[in-house]
């Protein structure tokens, strides 16, 4: 089964990767983003996650097709994502990844419209508050590249740890975010986008088997071709799996998390 890793181009010419293309409707592109979307589904599909009557819980959804999908196995889904005002000021209205409404959320019908509007809710929820009644009700959680727009490296430490209590025992997490390639010292440490080190993931290890709950982790970058490339803003080049942000280049990190059965 897949474990907590970074995003490498191996990835996209396996058969896991290539069906969760397929099942997310989408074209076989090299594109870290989509490798979240993929790594999420195949996670929770080889765990068991993706069938009906689970119930899963996702951050800071966007617009993308993981909610329909879900529910498209017959799972209940709780979708949710920042209120539109707060998503204004930090532009995500804009640049049209933020969700408000059901409606978005099945826009690639990936799911049945009458099934979807049964098994999936849509609320406002602001990551660094995350709900008390949303404790143990879950059997899984997810956010694709959310954490990091948390404010701070603190605060995205919090949530990982924070959001294991919305787990039923033996409960899993997946969650993806950003990889400071470039440096285990300096780093963006605060504001809309800050990069995770290697030294933050592995406190996140750490705090999560202290209090019990399961995570393996391979930090081993790729050695391909395309892994070696860099995408440079304005991220026009068909290769994305690497990107310069401010001074460092970042990729994408998964996390995969069993909590700790009661």
Known sequence: MLISQLC???????????NAC???????????KLWEFCYIYQGLLERGMLASGKKGLGFGVGKERLVSLFAAHGCQIVATDLDVDRAKVQGWVDSNQH????????????????QF???????????????????NRFDFTWSSCAFEHCGSIELGKNFIINQMKCLRPGGIA?????????????TLEYGITVLFRKRDIEWMVETL??????IDIDYSLGNGQIDSFIDVPPYTSQYHLKLQIGQFVSTSIGLIIKKAEA
């Not at 997946?174 to 300096?186: G, L, P």
Request: net charge negative; charged share 30%; glycine share 2%.
């Open 99 to 114: 969700s408000n409404h059901l409606d978005e959320l099945n826009q690639y019908g990936l799911c049945d419209a009458e």
């Open 209 to 214: 088997r202290a209090a019990g709950h399961s």
């Open 8 to 18: 490498k181009e191996q990835d996209f010419e396996t058969e896991w990767f290539k």
């Open 174 to 186: 997946i969650h993806t975010t950003e990889f400071n390639v470039s440096s285990n010292d300096e």
């Open 22 to 32: 397929t099942q997310l409707q989408h074209p076989h592109v090299y594109h870290r």
């Open 117 to 135: 509007c049964k098994f999936v809710t849509f609320e406002n929820v602001d990551m660094n508050h995350i709900p008390d009644k949303y404790e």
